[in-house]
């Protein structure tokens, strides 16, 4: 039996794309891209740097260009974008779904998006105007248009003609959706009984009248999770008078999961999480340089809180080895919790009525762990140090900073979410501070009136 062949990895392909490029060798850079979808060849832009893109671009199908910029990171996709010429981008989008088309429309320059919208015929241009019209992170944004609809009281017959007619039937269609002659929802029908019913039965007799809706102003995360509870691959967006306005794809949803996994990755160290790994270096220095800047702050009050005990410091050198075990628990305890929170509030699961139980569930863990850890840190500084005195001091620290930081895991991402605020893009920091003040001040405010 013939062993199937592998594609090469990602660096591999870089590299002789590369080589084959700088030799100015189009043979070789066709067939290097041939096989691959769009999604590859945005993985393999986005691998080059920024001047060697659009030389690459121009090699790959004009056809595929618009589902090539959609799956590319947000800085290279505007600036390949921006660099076409308005015509040339226009004939682009045509092979594209107006969904797709608004989402790339973001990233544009705003006269860009105007000379693109002006060149589209009056329909296609209202239906991209439509979904720009609702607010970002919401199921409107992620809607489709291209949604396949029939009446209830035609024969299935029918609709298996209507089918066979058309071009090009939409990705992820598993269902049809129910309208009557106003486009108001009815249900839906899925493809397999279209393809399995009698022929002349109608689509109102097979269809699926409880059928898990949408709304347009219901945010990506609460779709996420719908779409997660009901192991969808679409579903139908009603506005609140019950018309079908279009319908979210399962397509959309990985992608969106992709991306907020992305986001938390890279708000946690302050980094925009469509910063371009190839982009130049003063724009960048300047984006990480306000993180920077706050880590600073940061660092000098942890700095002031332990120059307060400088002379418990001068006279107790073993102090300044074991301080840092202090704050470094307190971190790692507090950012568990903080997480948890986190997430919980992404989903929804965080409220009022559930928060003062969660609130003595981690304060428990924490004096748990805290006393736990505490004997453990307190024999090995006992022994290390000769000093009986100095392990009770660090594990009394230890049971404090633990417990204040299960205290403040919870609280600081509740509190910066009613403040508008993102916890995921500060809470960490807060946390930080919080638990490197307090372990430091409780450790050595401990052992300047026990050992002293």
Not at 15 to 28: L, N, P, V
Not at 55 to 62: D, N, S
Not at 87 to 108: G, K, Q, S, W, Y
Not at 362 to 370: A, F, T, V, Y
């Amino acid at each position: 039996m013939a062993e199937i062949q592998q594609k090469p990895q990602l660096e591999e392909i870089v590299e002789a794309i590369t080589s084959a490029m700088a030799a100015h060798d189009r043979q070789r850079v066709e067939a290097l891209i041939e096989f691959h979808n769009p999604a590859e060849l945005a993985h393999i832009l986005d691998a080059l740097p920024a001047a060697e893109r659009p030389h690459l671009f121009a090699y790959i199908p004009q056809k595929l260009h618009g589902e090539v910029l959609l799956h590319m990171g947000d800085v290279a996709a505007a600036e390949l974008a921006s660099e076409m010429d308005s015509l040339t981008l226009h004939n682009v989008t045509l092979e594209m779904d107006t969904a797709d088309v608004a989402e790339l429309f973001e990233i544009l320059p705003d006269e860009k998006v105007s000379e693109l919208l002006s060149l589209m015929d009056t329909q296609r241009r209202e239906r991209v105007e439509k979904n720009l019209g609702y607010d970002e992170g919401t199921a409107g944004r992620l809607m489709h248009t291209d949604a396949i609809t029939v009446r209830a009281d035609v024969s299935l017959k029918t609709v298996r003609r209507f089918l066979r007619r058309l071009e090009n039937i939409p990705s992820d269609t598993n269902t049809l959706m129910v309208v009557d002659k106003n486009n108001h929802f009815k249900g839906v029908i899925s493809i397999l009984d279209v393809l399995r019913g009698f022929p002349h039965t109608t689509v109102g007799e097979v269809m699926h009248t409880e059928s898990v809706t949408l709304r347009p102003d219901m945010s990506e995360l609460e779709v996420a999770q719908i779409f997660q509870d009901h192991d969808l691959i679409s579903a139908p967006v009603l506005d609140e008078e019950g018309f079908f306005l279009g319908r979210v794809v399962v397509d959309d949803i990985v992608d969106l999961v992709r991306d907020q996994a992305e986001q938390a990755i890279f708000r946690s160290v302050g980094l925009d999480e469509e910063e371009d790994l190839f982009a130049p270096i003063i724009p960048s220095a300047k984006r990480r340089a306000i993180w920077l800047a706050v880590n600073l702050l940061t660092a000098f009050l942890a700095s002031w809180a332990i120059g307060l005990f400088e002379a418990t410091l001068d006279k107790i050198v073993a102090l300044a080895v074991l301080m840092p075990i202090v704050a470094s628990m307190g971190g790692i305890a507090g950012s568990q919790t903080l997480t948890l929170t986190i997430r919980g509030l992404a989903l929804g699961q965080v409220n009022r009525r559930n928060l003062s139980w969660l609130l003595k569930k981690e304060l428990g863990i924490g004096l748990l762990n805290g006393l736990a850890w505490a004997i453990v840190v307190a024999i090995v500084a006992a022994w290390w140090f000769k000093e009986m005195q100095l392990g009770l001091v660090i594990g009394l620290a230890l049971v404090i900073n633990m417990f204040v930081a299960a205290l403040c895991g919870l609280w600081i991402p509740v509190i910066l979410k009613r403040m508008g605020a993102d916890p995921a893009l500060s809470g960490a920091v807060v946390l930080t501070t919080v638990t490197d003040v307090v372990g430091f001040v409780s450790f050595l405010g401990l052992a300047s009136v026990v050992l002293l």
